[in-house]
């Protein structure tokens, strides 16, 4: 009672239960090899316009639409990634999540598209 000292100044903060930069650091490294994994595929399906003998207009407007994806997927992947910079960041819109899905799957189509012969 008489010693001087604040309730609870002596008292020890308990330590989290894990690092809260981890999670938020292996979200951020996942989110740039699935942007990397979509730029591989959209710069194939490139390779692969180029280098047919008689490209098709299918083709060339596939590797366009392709392209506009692959941008559409880069932006939403930074501004994701920018979001996580804080620490944790909100949780995705089902709309957001859904786009992405959608390129995702529209990429894949295209590659497999312009892969056959």
Known sequence: MGDGRARGAGA???EPDRDPGLQPERTRLAWRR???SC???ALLAGRQLIQSD???AVE???VVLMGLVWIVFVSVAHRRMQAM???RPPGMPPRTALLLVGCTLALAVGG???LLP
């Open 34 to 36: 699935t942007t990397l």
């Open 60 to 62: 060339a407007v596939l």
């Open 54 to 56: 008689a490209p098709g």
């Open 112 to 114: 497999a598209t312009i």
């Open 85 to 87: 910079a804080g620490g």
């Open 12 to 14: 020890r903060q308990p």
């Open 39 to 41: 730029t591989a595929v």
